[in-house]
C-alpha cells in the first residue's frame, strides 16, 4: 500500500461514497458541534422539511458568541446585549430540545466557547471528523482529527444526514523544525506560521503540523496553533496524536472507557503520516530563530516580532492598513498606547493561556487608563482557575473576571472596543472592526497582551520583567 | 436566482468595483448583525461599516449607497475575497442586497462553497483579466455559465473552473441536501459496518 497521510487516513475512513467528476464525495461526520449563531437557519430547514436530526448522540450543542459575559443572579434574565441576542439563544434552547440534542446551557458547568469544550469533555478524539459552522473548528485537529468549518445550509445537511458533500481538499505539512525559545508561546509560533504563508497561502488545503517544537508543545499550545489555520486560509490544520494526547484524554466524560479505551489508542497509535506520505506543499520553518509576535495590520498574517519594525507596505492595502491601525512603516510597534487588553477566545482561553497571563499581572497592576478584560473559554476554565486563585490575581491587577464566552473575539455581545481604541487582544482576527467599529486589533499571546496591560503600552515582556527587578 | 430558483444559466450586468485585497466577513457583514435568526433582508447592513459612520449617519462618499444594483449585479474585488468567518451571512446579505455573482483572483473557500449554495456565482479570474477588471469600472460583462465563459467586451474575456456539482445545482435548481437525502441507504449501511 502507498504510503498515506494522516489527513489521507481519517478522509479515506469517512468516505461514505467516493468522489466523481460529477459529484462530491459523502463524507462522514463523527461530531457536529452547534452555536446559537450558525444555526437556527438550519433547523429552520429541518423544521420546514418536517426532517428530524439523524443523530442526536454525534450532536453537541452550547452558547458562546451572543452570550453576555458579565454575572447575573440565578433565576434572573442573563443581561443580553439586546433582544436579538435573547432570542437567537432561546432559539437554540428551542430547537435543541425539539430534536432532542444535548445543549451545555446556562445551568451547565461545561458550558463554553464551542473549540474549547469539545476537547475539555473527550468528545474531539483522534481520527474523528468533526465539523461546526465556525470557521476555527480546525482547533480540534491538534488531536488528529480532521475538523473543518462549515457554512449554515452545511450545518442543515450535516443535521439532517451526519453527511457532507465534499471535494478532498489539497494537503500542506508545515514543519516547524527545532526547539523554539523558551519566551515563545504557540500563538507566537501560529502567527509566524501565517506571516510565512500569507493569509492565502492555505487555501484549499488541509495543514498538518510536524517537527520538534510542535511535538515539545502541551495539548492546549497544540489547539492554539491549529486553531488559527484559518488565517492562513486553510481548511483544517492537524496534529498526529501521541503519548499526550492520549494522556489529556484518558478519563474525561466523553473518552471511551476500559476495553474501549485501550482499543481506541491501539488505532489512534497508527494515526500519523506514513514515511513517504506526499503533500501537495511542503513549508519548513527554523523554530529555534522565532520570536514573540505581534501583528501590525487588519489581517492575521501581518505578524512581526516584537522587535522588529513595520515593514514597509508592499501594496495600497498595506498602506491602507497601516493608516487604519496609526502605525508607521519603519518604525517599531513598542510605545504605542494601549486603551484595552482582552484575553480569551478559543485561541488563547484556556487554563495555560490564563496562566500566562497571571505570571506577568502577579503582584503588578493595570494601567490607570487600560480597561483589561479576562474571559475564560468555558466555565470549567473558569472553575479550574478560581481553583488556583487567579482570579485573585486578575481582580488586584484590576482585571475584569468574566464569564465565559467568545466576548472581544467577535464583539457581537455588547463586549467591545470603542472607535479608535488600540486594543491588544489574544484573539485570532485584526479585521477593521471585528472588535468594535473603528476599533484598531493588535494579535498577540497572553503574555504580551498581559504585559501591555501593565505598561499602557505595546512592550516586549521581557523588558517588564527586567524593569520590575531594577 | 436563489438555491430554489429554475436556475442560473447566463449573466448580462455591469460591474462594481471594490479594489481592496482580503475583504473579509467583518467587512461584508459585521459580527453584531449576526444576532438574526432568519437569512432574509441583510442586504440592509451589508458592508455597513464602509456605508455608515458609527453613529449611524451615511457615508456620502461611499459608492456602494448610490450604487443602481439592479444594473450593477457583478461585483469585482481584489485578491482573496471573502476571508474569515464561515458565515452564510456574508453571501446572504449581499445576495439580498442585489450582487448575483462575484469575480476575483481568488476566493476563500468557504465563502466560495456558502456563495454557490445562495445563487451568488463565484468566479476566480486569471490575473489579466482581474487586472483589466479592476482597472475599469463599471464594464458591460456576460457571463455564460454553461460554457464557464465571462465575455469582457474590449477586454479579455476568459473562461473559468467552476465544481462541477456547484454548476450542476446553479444551473438546474438542484437542493444539495435532496441529493445527499436519496443517499440514506449508503449512510445507514456505512454506519451499520462501523458499529
Ligand atoms: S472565540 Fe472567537 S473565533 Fe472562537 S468561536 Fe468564539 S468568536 Fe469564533
Same mark, same amino acid.
Given at each position: 500500500m502507498s504510503p498515506k497521510s494522516l489527513f489521507e487516513k481519517v478522509w479515506d475512513a469517512h468516505q461514505v461514497v467516493g468522489e466523481t467528476p460529477d459529484a462530491p464525495a459523502v463524507l462522514y461526520i463523527d461530531l457536529h458541534l452547534v452555536h446559537e449563531v450558525t444555526s437556527p437557519q438550519a433547523f429552520a430547514v429541518l423544521n420546514e422539511r418536517g426532517l428530524k436530526v439523524r443523530r442526536p448522540e454525534r450532536t453537541l450543542a452550547t452558547m458562546d458568541h451572543s452570550t453576555p459575559t458579565l454575572d447575573f443572579a440565578p433565576g434572573e434574565t442573563p443581561p443580553y446585549v439586546n433582544e436579538a441576542a435573547r432570542k437567537q439563544v432561546e432559539t437554540l434552547e428551542v430547537n435543541t430540545a425539539a430534536h432532542g440534542v444535548q445543549l451545555l446551557g446556562w445551568n451547565s458547568d461545561n458550558r463554553g466557547v464551542v473549540h474549547v469544550i469539545g476537547p475539555e469533555l473527550g468528545a474531539t478524539q483522534p481520527g474523528m471528523t468533526i465539523v461546526c459552522g465556525d470557521s476555527h473548528t480546525a482547533t480540534h485537529g491538534a488531536f488528529g482529527a480532521l475538523a473543518f468549518g462549515i457554512g449554515t445550509t452545511e450545518v442543515s445537511h450535516v443535521l439532517a444526514t451526519q453527511c457532507l458533500l465534499q471535494r478532498k481538499p489539497k494537503s500542506m505539512r508545515v514543519t516547524l523544525r527545532g526547539r523554539a525559545p523558551a519566551n515563545v508561546s504557540a500563538k507566537d509560533m501560529v502567527l509566524a506560521v501565517i506571516a510565512k504563508l500569507g493569509v492565502d497561502g492555505g487555501t484549499g488545503s488541509v495543514i498538518e503540523y510536524a517537527g520538534e517544537a510542535i511535538e515539545a508543545l502541551d495539548m492546549e499550545g497544540r489547539m492554539t496553533v491549529c486553531n488559527m489555520s484559518i488565517e492562513a486560509g486553510a481548511r483544517a490544520g492537524m496534529i498526529a496524536p501521541d503519548e499526550l494526547t492520549f494522556a489529556y484524554l484518558k478519563g474525561r466524560e466523553r473518552a471511551p472507557?476500559?476495553?474501549?479505551?485501550?482499543?481506541?489508542?491501539?488505532?489512534?497509535?497508527?494515526?500519523?503520516?506514513?514515511?513517504?506520505?506526499?503533500?501537495?506543499?511542503e513549508v519548513v520553518i527554523d523554530a529555534t530563530t522565532l520570536k514573540p509576535m505581534l501583528t501590525w495590520g487588519t489581517a492575521p498574517d501581518t505578524g512581526i516580532a516584537v522587535d522588529a519594525a513595520v515593514p514597509a507596505a508592499r501594496h495600497a492595502s498595506d498602506t491602507k492598513a497601516a493608516q487604519y491601525m496609526g502605525v508607521t512603516p519603519g518604525e517599531s510597534l513598542q510605545g504605542l498606547k494601549v486603551n484595552q487588553v482582552f484575553v480569551g477566545s478559543c485561541t488563547n482561553g484556556r487554563l495555560s493561556d490564563l496562566r500566562a497571563a497571571a505570571e506577568v499581572l502577579r503582584g503588578r497592576k493595570v494601567a490607570d487608563d487600560v480597561r483589561m478584560l479576562i474571559v475564560p473559554g468555558s466555565k470549567s476554565v473558569r472553575d479550574a482557575a478560581e481553583a488556583e486563585g487567579l482570579h485573585d490575581v486578575f481582580q488586584a491587577a484590576g482585571a475584569q473576571w468574566r464569564q465565559p464566552g467568545c466576548s472581544m473575539c467577535i464583539a457581537m455581545n455588547g463586549d467591545r472596543g470603542e472607535p479608535g481604541e488600540l486594543i491588544v487582544s489574544t484573539s485570532n482576527r485584526n479585521f477593521e472592526g471585528r472588535q468594535g467599529p473603528g476599533a484598531r486589533t493588535v494579535l498577540a499571546s497572553p503574555a504580551m497582551a498581559a504585559a501591555a496591560a501593565v505598561a499602557g503600552a505595546i512592550i516586549d515582556p521581557q523588558t517588564l520583567s527586567e524593569a520590575a527587578h531594577v | 436566482? @436563489? *438555491?430554489? /430558483?429554475?436556475?442560473? $444559466?447566463?449573466?448580462? @450586468?455591469?460591474?462594481?468595483?471594490?479594489? =481592496?485585497?482580503?475583504?473579509? +466577513?467583518? =467587512?461584508?457583514? #459585521?459580527?453584531?448583525?449576526?444576532? +438574526?435568526?432568519?437569512?432574509?433582508?441583510?442586504?440592509? %447592513?451589508?458592508?455597513? !461599516?464602509?456605508?455608515?459612520?458609527? /453613529?449611524?449617519? %451615511? $457615508?456620502?462618499? *461611499? #459608492?456602494?449607497?448610490?450604487?443602481?444594483?439592479?444594473?450593477?449585479?457583478?461585483? %469585482?474585488?481584489?485578491?482573496?475575497?471573502? &476571508?474569515?468567518?464561515?458565515?452564510?451571512?456574508?453571501?446572504?446579505?449581499?445576495?439580498?442586497?442585489?450582487?448575483?455573482?462575484?469575480? @476575483?483572483?481568488?476566493?476563500?473557500?468557504?465563502?466560495?462553497?456558502? /456563495?454557490? $449554495?445562495?445563487?451568488?456565482?463565484?468566479?476566480?479570474?486569471?490575473? /489579466?483579466?482581474?487586472?483589466?477588471?479592476?482597472?475599469?469600472?463599471? %464594464? *458591460?460583462?456576460?457571463? !455564460?455559465?454553461?460554457? =464557464?465563459?465571462?465575455?469582457?467586451?474590449?477586454? #479579455? @474575456?476568459?473562461?473559468?473552473?467552476?465544481?462541477?456539482?456547484? $454548476?450542476? &445545482?446553479l444551473m438546474e435548481g438542484v437542493d444539495p441536501l435532496g441529493f445527499l437525502m436519496a443517499r440514506m441507504d449508503d449512510i445507514a449501511q456505512f454506519e451499520a459496518a462501523r458499529s
Open positions: 472507557q476500559g476495553a474501549a479505551w485501550d482499543a481506541a489508542v491501539a488505532h489512534w497509535r497508527t494515526l500519523k503520516s506514513d514515511d513517504g506520505a506526499q503533500f501537495d506543499k | 436566482m @436563489s *438555491e430554489t /430558483a429554475t436556475g442560473f $444559466k447566463s449573466l448580462s @450586468s455591469r460591474t462594481y468595483v471594490m479594489a =481592496q485585497e482580503n475583504i473579509d +466577513t467583518d =467587512q461584508i457583514i #459585521p459580527a453584531r448583525f449576526l444576532t +438574526t435568526t432568519s437569512r432574509q433582508g441583510l442586504g440592509a %447592513v451589508v458592508f455597513h !461599516d464602509w456605508r455608515y459612520e458609527s /453613529a449611524g449617519a %451615511v $457615508k456620502e462618499d *461611499e #459608492p456602494l449607497n448610490s450604487l443602481d444594483v439592479t444594473a450593477h449585479r457583478i461585483l %469585482v474585488a481584489g485578491r482573496n475575497f471573502g &476571508c474569515g468567518s464561515s458565515r452564510e451571512h456574508a453571501p446572504w446579505a449581499l445576495a439580498d442586497f442585489g450582487f448575483q455573482a462575484v469575480i @476575483s483572483s481568488e476566493i476563500a473557500d468557504i465563502f466560495r462553497s456558502n /456563495a454557490a $449554495k445562495n445563487g451568488i456565482l463565484p468566479i476566480v479570474a486569471p490575473k /489579466a483579466a482581474h487586472d483589466w477588471l479592476l482597472a475599469h469600472d463599471d %464594464v *458591460e460583462v456576460t457571463i !455564460d455559465l454553461d460554457a =464557464q465563459r465571462v465575455d469582457l467586451g474590449n477586454g #479579455p @474575456s476568459f473562461e473559468f473552473d467552476i465544481e462541477p456539482f456547484a $454548476k450542476h &445545482c
